[in-house]
């Protein structure tokens, strides 16, 4: 897959405190953020993710304005980490951010991965649409495609701001704009059906799902299009657990079909066995010249040329059996004639 660098800038300004998306405008975008850097990652091990703030109190010394929370890493703690030290405050400063957020791109320490930032808004921008113009075609010659997530205040002037942002930065590696009205679904859930996770095949987000809730039901449909119906990068491990089970029911079914191929085989082997018997005991009851022979060979010819035997009897052949007695009274009667 690409080899990106990406950072992740959430709006923490006070608009993030509604709750009309659930369960809050920042919980949902800190899920959301982390579905992101869950994603990178699996596509490319060595992707890597950064984080920073978007909003800031303009009156505070500590700090006017966006920050970098976590600079760019493949470990998924330090975006925990960094989510929860975010305090919510102040206003947000979307030309500021998308700067910052820029510079540090530029330190990145693999310089053959694509440059991406992914920025949130939740709150009115202040900035003017031609500065905004101005920063999406400064973006785009520096070859760092944006993509933007806007919820909560999608009223008329802000989108327009945001579509000419938009059509400024769009370049070869796309930036997308995905706008996500309010509703029972999760904002992480449309992200994953948007461009900006699902790739340029994805289904188009942004205007599709303010035209009427069958948008937003389509991209929530295309969001189960997963292995089993569950996105791996939002819940690992019941992941493992059905691949492991479809893998165990596959070699029980191949056990069960070996079993059965050896009993029909073993079935087979005696059937042929028992056919071999009978017939050898049909040829033997005909009476056939292989006994007729064996039967003749017991036969004992005596010296007159007579034969005698008791094979020759058993097999229905009329053979005279003569005993010594009856040959040596046969030879006197002979005697006595003579005299």
């Keep these: 897959m690409v080899l990106e660098s990406v950072m992740i800038v959430v709006d923490n300004s006070e608009s993030s405190r509604n709750g009309d998306y659930p369960p809050s405008r920042w919980s949902a975008q800190s899920d959301a953020a982390n579905l992101i850097f869950h994603s990178k990652t699996q596509d490319n091990p060595e992707s890597s993710c950064g984080l920073m703030s978007l909003a800031g109190n303009a009156n ?16 998924p703690g330090k975006i925990l980490d960094g989510l929860h030290r975010t305090k919510i405050r102040g206003t947000a400063h979307f030309s500021t951010g998308v700067s910052i957020a820029s510079l540090a791109l ?7 991965s694509r440059q991406r930032i992914v920025v949130f808004v ?46 400024a930065v769009k370049g070869g590696d796309g930036s997308h ?22 790739g340029e095949g994805g289904p188009q987000g942004g205007e599709g799902g303010m035209e009427g809730g069958s948008g937003a039901a389509g991209r929530a449909g295309a969001g189960n299009d997963f292995e089993f119906g569950v996105d791996p990068s939002l819940d690992p491990e019941l992941a493992l657990v059905l691949r492991m089970s479809m893998e165990e029911e596959r070699e029980r079914q191949a056990r069960e079909q070996r079993t059965a191929d050896e009993a029909e085989g073993k079935t087979k082997l005696e059937s042929v066995a028992e056919e071999g018997g009978k017939a050898e005991g049909e040829i033997n009851g005909a009476g056939g010249p292989g006994e007729t022979g064996a039967a003749q060979e017991n036969v004992q010819i ?17 053979t005279e059996v003569r005993r010594p007695e009856d040959k040596k009274k046969e030879g006197e009667g002979d005697e006595m004639d003579t005299a």
Excluded: W, Y
């Design 106 to 112: 530029k330190h990145r320490q693999n310089k053959s």
């Design 60 to 75: 505070s010394s500590s700090s006017s304005g966006p920050e970098i929370l976590t600079t760019l890493t493949t470990n």
């Design 302 to 318: 005596d010296g007159s040329g007579e034969a005698a035997g008791s094979a020759a009897s058993t097999m229905g052949l009329e």
């Design 122 to 167: 939740c709150s009115p921008i202040l900035e003017g649409e031609a500065a905004l113009v101005k920063l999406g075609k400064r973006m785009k010659k520096n070859g760092t495609s944006v993509d933007v997530v806007a919820f909560g205040d999608l009223t008329d002037e802000n989108l327009g701001k945001l579509r000419a942002f938009n059509e």
């Design 177 to 198: 704009l995905e706008i996500v009205p309010p509703g029972p679904n999760l904002l992480s859930d449309s992200i994953v059906a948007s461009p900006i996770l699902a």
